[in-house]
T-cell receptor, first 114, second 114 residues
Framework: DAGVTQSPTHLIKTRGQHVTLRCSPI?????VSWYQQVLGQGPQFIFQ???????GRGNFPDRFSARQFPNYSSELNVNALLLGDSALYLC?????????????FGNGTRLTVT | GDSVTQMEGPVTLSEEAFLTINCTYT??????LFWYVQYPGEGLQLLLK?????DKGSNKGFEATYRKETTSFHLEKGSVQVSDSAVYFC?????????????FGKGTKLSVIP
């Protein structure tokens, strides 16, 4: 079975630009979460979507937005990119919402902002 | 807010050595606790979890016990292998936040040498 797939794998953008990252969850999974992992740090929670509704948002500015589509895939959008947005962006899916539905992570999108 | 503190790395061990990676947490409620592993170039994989006090999670020879009295969840393995070389993250989930989100520690890089 295919795992969580993310695209693109690598991306280079310039300050001030906009970026869209994409995620396809494991088949049957209805929840998608996004995390930002800065080099040398642990992942930080950005968003969770369940059944196409936002269920949680981390401490990130409004430049960050996301959505989930009817097929449960998801997009993360970041506007007005800053150098500090350079990071590995991880998408995770789960079948439900609680601890009995473990998160399955994709390999991430490496974003570099110059 | 919730937080996770784990021992600084990197940790370098010889094959068959005993491994301990310390993890302590701060949480307002009764979190579930997790260890995730990240191999080079890959996303995070759930290694083990424990959902209540005194629970022991175990997988692939790794173990961790949820100690509420010391707010700890230390990872142990009796005999490490070269293939265990990876970055290990301790994490907790806050069910009271209304969404399923993980708070991660900064990670501990383990290198096992033959």
């Amino acid at each position: 079975d295919a795992g969580v797939t993310q695209s693109p794998t690598h991306l280079i953008k310039t300050r001030g630009q906009h970026v869209t990252l994409r995620c396809s969850p494991i088949s049957g999974h209805k929840s998608v979460s996004w995390y930002q992992q800065v080099l040398g740090q642990g992942p930080q929670f950005i968003f969770q979507y369940y059944e196409k509704e936002e269920r949680g948002r981390g401490n990130f500015p409004d430049r960050f937005s996301a959505r989930q589509f009817p097929n449960y895939s998801s997009e993360l959008n970041v506007n007005a990119l800053l150098l500090g947005d350079s990071a590995l962006y991880l998408c995770a899916s789960s079948s439900g919402q609680g601890d009995n539905s473990p998160l399955h992570f994709g390999n991430g999108t490496r974003l570099t902002v110059t | 807010g919730d937080s996770v503190t784990q021992m600084e790395g990197p940790v370098t061990l010889s094959e068959e050595a005993f491994l301990t990676i310390n993890c302590t947490y701060t949480a307002t409620g009764y979190p579930s606790l997790f260890w995730y592993v990240q191999y080079p170039g890959e996303g995070l994989q759930l290694l083990l979890k424990a959902t209540k006090a005194d629970d022991k999670g175990s997988n692939k020879g790794f173990e961790a016990t949820y100690r509420k009295e010391t707010t700890s969840f230390h990872l142990e393995k009796g005999s490490v292998q070269v293939s265990d070389s990876a970055v290990y993250f301790c994490a907790l989930s806050d069910a009271g936040a209304g969404s399923y989100q993980l708070t991660f520690g900064k990670g501990t890089k383990l290198s096992v040498i033959p």
